[in-house]
């Protein structure tokens, strides 16, 4: 699948700049598509950490949640 929609993005691009060069220069083509990719990346990279935050916040509880489980088993063999 990865490698299809790899070629699907590139036979994109390649039309996307074929439609593009017939009205604006081929810098300035290369220039806006290399700006879209910049901000493709910059959103990829801000939902990845928003992401990342999440699983760190989740594995925190899920770990303070282990240790009072653990902290009372301990207590009701112990009293």
Aim: with cysteine; net charge neutral.
């Amino acid at each position: 699948g990865g490698v299809l929609g790899v070629l699907a993005l590139l036979a994109a691009q390649e039309s996307a700049v074929r439609s593009l060069e017939r009205v604006w220069p081929a810098q300035r083509v290369a220039g806006a598509l290399a700006a879209a990719y910049g901000a493709g990346a910059v959103a990829f990279v801000l939902y990845g950490r928003a992401r990342l935050r999440e699983a760190r916040a989740a594995s925190q509880e899920a770990l303070a949640c282990s240790l009072d489980a653990v902290e009372q088993v301990a207590n009701e063999l112990s009293g």
